[in-house]
């Protein structure tokens, strides 16, 4: 099992910026990816980005740009920073990690993202 914490959702304006950090329990060397996904109201969870355990990461083509991930290593912790926020990017984040020879997906509890106009 893996367990996964997000922090650092809250409310901004727009055109501000959150960095949402997310620790796994267990190696993420371990752990075929990690990244975020988000879901809307009404919507369903997309994807925002993942960064695979060799290092490549891969993006949802409409955030490439305002949105980096990156890890680290030592604390097992993953980072997603949002930059020029907007409105639309406000949803739950989820924090997800993958163990494809085990066929296991994980998923944290959320953390809330609002953009205000």
């Known amino acids: 099992q893996v367990q996964l914490v997000e922090s650092g959702g809250g409310l901004v304006q727009a055109g501000g910026s959150l960095r949402l950090s997310c620790v796994s329990s267990r190696s993420i060397f371990s752990l075929n990816h990690m990244g975020w996904f988000r879901q809307a109201p009404g919507k369903q969870r997309d994807l925002v980005a993942i960064i695979m355990r060799g290092g490549d990461t891969n993006y949802a083509a409409s955030l490439k740009g305002r949105f980096t991930i990156s890890r680290d290593n030592a604390k097992n912790t993953v980072y997603l920073q949002m930059n020029s926020l907007k409105p639309e990017d406000t949803a739950v984040y989820y924090c997800?990690?993958?163990?494809?020879?085990?066929?296991?997906?994980?998923w944290g509890q959320g953390t809330q993202v609002t953009v205000s106009s």
């Open positions: 997800n990690a993958a163990d494809y020879s085990a066929r296991a997906n994980y």
